[in-house]
């Protein structure tokens, strides 16, 4: 899937918002990259919604406005990306279906949209799936500092 992914982001334009030196894709690129997510990676016979539940989420106005920043820049993009990919795994669920898929590509896309390349090994590809499935569904855990050193283990 990543790769298949990687390859059409780089034939598309994304656009994105700068605040504060830090880049975010904008909410069109996010319905973008969820549509083809969806149509793209659908099971056979699986039904697929393309429905926004909250475009107001995606603005990600709070996590680009309201955030305390780090004196460390990588630390700060790495926690703002902890903070977007939570966003629909839990919080938000913009989306009526693809909000995992449509999650984790967001968060790659604003991580190396700001200089940090995630690198996730297609071999680990269930554990990662795995780690994921518990974020959407275990409210009660903090992700935040889950997902922030899930990252920082595989940039």
Known sequence: MFDHTK???????????????????????????????VDAFRS??????????SDAVLSFSGIKYYMKGKDDKNEDIIIRAAHIFNLFLEEGHPFVDGNKRTGFVVTWLF????????????????????????WATLSSRDNISEITQWIKQNI
Do not use: M, Q, R
């Not at 056979?44 to 539940?53: A, C």
């Not at 190396?112 to 780690?131: A, D, M, R, T, W």
């Open 44 to 53: 056979e016979g699986e039904k697929i919604h393309k429905g926004i539940l």
């Open 111 to 134: 991580l190396l949209l700001n200089g940090i390349e995630l690198h996730l090994p297609s071999f680990h590809y269930k554990k990662h799936v795995e780690k994921i499935n518990a």
């Open 7 to 37: 390859k059409w982001i780089s034939k598309n334009k994304f656009y994105y918002d700068e605040i504060h030196g830090i880049k975010y894709p904008t909410v069109s690129t996010i319905i973008d990259i969820h549509d083809f997510l």
